[in-house]
């Protein structure tokens, strides 16, 4: 635990000299990821060919496999000619001549392997295309096209370390954090996206650490104080207690505020120093068994040495700690700098229990083993597709106009085709006409929903509810259901299509519908305070409703039938856990989103 985020970084290189996992639960360390930040180093290119610096990252890339020779040879040339980075890549591939500013002698001097030349020339070709895209693709979708285009989305389904494993997943969080922009953010495009990324990393901003549980990875947690409230651990290290570390110093304004203009009453005494006592008392509270103080004479080449923090003569008195006597180690020697030999471990073969699934991850699952690894264990991102994209901003739509009518708005039906609108993303259409003949086709049958669906005297009870029950001791179902109404005799739950209808043999079958009937079933409800009673399952109705045909088609789920889905459910995660992952190859092949990712398609 350190005090600040710059004092973690000798551990981080000790640590990861040494092999021994770690992860740092600081501000901004997902986008300071290596390969995350070769994606920021990409986008950062697409904002500014003129930044030499990101596109020195670009072409170190260990996926280009570019001769350090030859990019030292890259960089002179550039320099000599006054040139940035991709200007002179684009002359040494033949795309753009700068003869004109180029220095005659140095025309001939630039001695690089053909297949170094062969690489920048894809690289830079790559880059017009996407240049190309700017006015019309976001951040996330143009990062996209350049794992597929360059081969390294490939790379990510291959990995067979835990560190590799870790860049994947790394990876997958930098998407969910360009999703998540998408939604929130009305303009998604790369020079938003790289002022956000910039912004945010300044102002200490921490995806990572906010976004996954850490306490499931067996690794050496390094964090702030600031980033430890609120949580513990077992053994804490509480490090570098010197004056001037921790307590920080105290920082004085640039622009002191006149007396007279400040309104509160502020605080006598030390406050800086009183501020910072409070943060040592939170970072020696959240050890559970074991707490270790430690500090050093000097740090880095530092010939002062360094004094004792106060506040450890404020915990232990001075007699105690003068009476110590003072271990001696020696400074850091060149043989420290020796990295110690890979330890990076083979991802083993065993299967992993599965202990959570949703209804999606089992279709998924049903029609292709390899197509739910992609999507649910490696979680290679995927651009929009215009089916997602509609069926989003239907589900959307019905949800905010529902919650207009619970609060008594009264909403009609232009309101509906307004708030259609205002839900609309022009993202994963593949044209404009596209999107336009999508968007005419909402307005419509929306419209038709309000005359022929809509009763404002039966409004749900929940909307877009979140659920997770047990089936069994190890395993949970989860999802979401878009609907919960109350019926004359129970309950009914309506999951919106807006597809054609099926038939009432396929209802009458159907996995998804069967889990909802369970959910409702199970008490989740009731103790969510959405029902005052759990229903029998005969008092569940459960419903597809078709926007293609405004059709709506029911059953009813008996108990033997639900206890019968339990154990289906129960062993389709053991065959889950058991699977090898091989695709099923068939005509939906044409459709999935891995298509290139996959040998069986062809």
Known sequence: MVRANNHADTFIRALARHGIPYQFLGPGMLFRQPEVKDLIAYLEVLYNFEDSVAMFRVLSMEHFDIFGRDLAAIGNFARKNNLSLFETCEFLSGIRDYSQTIRDDSLDKVYISEKTRESIKKLVEMIHRHLDLLKKETAGQIVYYFLQDSGLLRKLTEYKTVVEEKRVNNIAKFFDKLRTYEVEHEDASVVAVVDWINLSMELGESPLASDIDWSENDAV??????????????????????????????????????????????????????EERRLFYVGMTRAKDQLYLTAADYYGEGKR??????????????????????????????????????????????????????YSQIGTFNVCPLQYKYRYILQIPIPPSAAAAFGSAIHETMRNFYQRALTGQNPTEKDLVKIFEENWSSLGYSSKIQEERMKKEGQKILAEYYKKAYN???????????????????????????????????IEIIDYKTGKSSTKRDIEKDLQLTV?????????????????????????????????????????????????????LIKKAQEISESEFLPTPGKMCDFCEYKLLCEAWR
């Open 221 to 274: 947690n390094l964090l702030t104080v600031h980033s430890a409230k609120g949580l513990e651990f077992p053994v804490v290290f509480l490090v570098n207690l010197v004056s001037q570390r921790f307590p920080t110093p105290e920082r004085t304004e640039q622009i002191p505020i006149p007396q007279d203009l400040i309104k509160e009453i502020l605080p006598e005494g030390d406050y800086h120093l009183e």
């Open 305 to 358: 040495e360094k004094k004792i923090s106060p506040f450890i003569y404020e915990v232990f008195g001075e007699k105690a700690i003068s009476s110590q006597s003072s271990a001696i180690s020696p400074q850091l020697s060149i043989f420290d700098f020796k990295p110690v030999a890979d330890q990076s471990s083979v991802i083993s073969p065993q299967s992993s229990v599965v202990n959570y699934l949703s």
């Open 456 to 490: 404002p005297r039966n409004l749900p009870k929940a909307l877009e509810q979140v659920f997770s029950v047990k089936v069994s001791p190890t395993l949970k179902i989860g999802g979401k259901i878009d609907r919960i109404d109350s019926a004359d005799d129970g």
């Open 516 to 568: 909802y009937a369970l959910v409702a079933t199970s008490g989740v409800l009731e103790s969510m305070g959405i029902l005052t009673r759990t229903p029998k399952p005969e008092g569940v109705k459960v419903s597809f409703y078709f926007f293609d045909g405004q059709e709506k088609v029911s059953s009813i789920r008996t108990k033997e039938q639900l206890e019968e889905a339990k154990k289906e």
